[in-house]
């Protein structure tokens, strides 16, 4: 299974999602500085993606997190924080090994009780996940990079939910984080994605901050992206202000 790049992610969840209407953003460059302001189709008022089905926040979430598999835009199931994925014979065990070298925007490193809290929370909220906890028997930590998901009874498309692309999306987060009640909105953002939140500078209904993380992402192909350091939305078509971006040399890969 050939690795998936984070544009096919976000090909895929175009195309899963093409029969629904969005607002078209209106995006602008700014020349000679490392930042792009856009108007979001809607305003960012909750940071939780599993809480919440609404598309600004999946968005928000595809920009801090990371997930275990993604949806190409053949959709396709590809790895993405998985470097390795064993079937038993008979189909009722699968063994996930993550890839090297994964950290969360604290800085510690992703282990496999992060994925099996934010799955079995993403479980609980989810109707594919929740379908999928149905059949399953157990989920627990194997090692330091590995996790295994045994299935009480046959289900074939466990692959096709961990991967799925739009709301809700099961995204990967620190297991402190992942532990809290579904019912409750989490309020700490620690991802894994190619964009950290500055939630000091978040205001809701004015601006929403993101800086590029040095992190390295594996993809089909290696791509060069340009050394942004930041990225600001704002839900205001005018009167809205970002603050001078913090220039990063930099060369990031994703």
């Not at 005018?238 to 001078?244: E, F, K, N």
Request: overall charge positive.
């Amino acid at each position: 299974m050939a690795p998936i790049s984070r544009r096919q992610v976000v090909r895929g969840a175009t195309a899963a999602a093409a029969a629904m209407t969005l607002g078209v953003p209106s995006v602008r460059a700014q020349k000679g500085r490392q930042t792009l302001r856009f108007v979001a189709e809607a305003d960012l008022k909750i940071l939780d993606p599993i809480w919440t089905t609404a598309y600004i926040t999946r968005n928000h979430g595809y920009l801090v997190y990371d997930t275990l598999f993604g949806t190409d835009e053949h959709l396709r199931v590809r790895p993405q924080m998985v470097d390795r994925t064993t079937v038993s014979e008979d189909g009722m065990k699968y063994t996930f090994t993550l890839r090297d070298g994964l950290r969360w925007h604290d800085g510690q490193p992703v282990h496999p009780e992060d994925c099996v809290e934010s799955l079995k929370r993403w479980g609980k909220r989810d109707r594919f996940g929740r379908l999928l906890m149905a059949h399953t028997g157990k989920m627990a930590p194997l090692d330091k990079k590995t996790f295994t998901l045994e299935l009480a009874e046959p289900y074939s498309p466990v692959l096709e939910a961990i991967g799925k692309p739009s709301s809700n999306v099961p995204f990967m987060m620190p297991a402190r984080i992942a532990a809290a009640p579904v019912e409750e909105q989490i309020t700490e953002v620690v991802g894994s994605g190619p964009f950290k939140f500055v939630k000091d500078e978040w205001r809701p209904g004015d601006q929403v901050v993101y800086v590029r993380t040095p992190t390295t992402f594996r993809a089909t192909r290696p791509r060069v992206a340009q050394p942004a350091a930041r990225e600001c939305t704002s839900t205001r078509s005018s009167g809205g202000t970002c603050p001078t971006p913090v220039r990063d040399r930099r060369t990031h890969h994703w």
